[in-house]
């Protein structure tokens, strides 16, 4: 979320337009505004409105430039759907072919047909309750990218477990059963690499999930709730 000088700062923009304003202008004050690449601008389909995608968030503003909404969701009352959830999850997924699969830590049960990553701190609570839930789930094949975010002792435990004889055991034994790693954590690790990563794609927040057709998950979830969307992105990554 911005800070309110920001919002500010946008509206004022905004309001400083023509006022016959449209997508090019818009996306320019949004632009200086968030000093960030505007990577998708189109009419939202609702009430005039502009829905425009920047810094890993959607904003939306009249056609005329006067004034926007910032940090709400766009609800379609009739059909019961949140419309700026659909659009953020469609607008920030990935090529899950892209990801270094090889800088994560592998969990395969059953016939492990079903494939998502996961970007996960050791010291995330609401990682650890969403672990101990996935024992629950089956045919998975699951990629955890450890992703150290929260504090410097969460980037120690990060490479330990890396560095363990068996990263998937120090990985399950600390965040099933609060069995801290061993070890110093000197070895050739991906750890920072892996947060380079989780920052270029905008993950704020653990854990994040991303399904086999590169749709994104932001926080924990039921697992009963995943199984359903892991059946609906299907088993092969497909890409964006």
């Not at 079903?114 to 996935?134: I, S």
């Not at 399904?211 to 088993?235: C, H, T, V, W």
Request: net charge positive.
């Amino acid at each position: 979320m911005l800070p309110i000088k920001r919002y500010l700062q946008l509206l004022l923009l905004l309001a400083a337009t023509t006022a016959h304003a449209g997508e090019a202008e818009i996306k320019k004050a949004v632009e200086a505004t968030f000093n960030e690449k505007a990577t998708s601008i189109k009419k939202s389909g609702f009430g005039g409105l502009y829905e425009v995608y920047v810094d890993g968030e959607i904003v939306y503003a009249d056609e005329k430039g006067s004034f926007i909404i910032v940090g709400g969701s766009l609800l379609d009352v009739k059909a019961k759907k949140n419309i700026t959830r659909e659009r953020i999850t469609k607008l920030s997924a990935i090529k899950f072919s892209d990801l270094p699969l090889d800088a994560a830590i592998k969990t395969v049960r059953g016939k492990g047909t079903r494939v998502f990553a996961t970007f996960e701190d050791p010291n995330c609570g609401y990682c650890k309750r969403f672990a101990k839930d996935l024992q629950k789930l089956d045919d998975i094949t699951m990629y955890t990218f450890i992703y150290p975010i929260l504090s410097p002792d969460s980037t120690a435990k990060s490479k330990a477990i890396w560095c363990a004889d068996s990263r998937l055991k120090a990985w399950n034994d600390w965040m099933i059963d609060n069995i801290a790693p061993k070890g110093d954590g000197k070895c050739d690790n991906p750890i920072d690499e892996v947060v380079s990563l989780g920052r270029k794609l905008k993950i704020n927040g653990t854990p994040t999930i991303f399904l086999s057709n590169g749709e994104r998950i932001g926080g924990a979830i039921p697992a009963s709730e995943l199984d359903k969307q892991l059946k609906d992105a299907g088993a092969a990554p497909t890409g964006k």
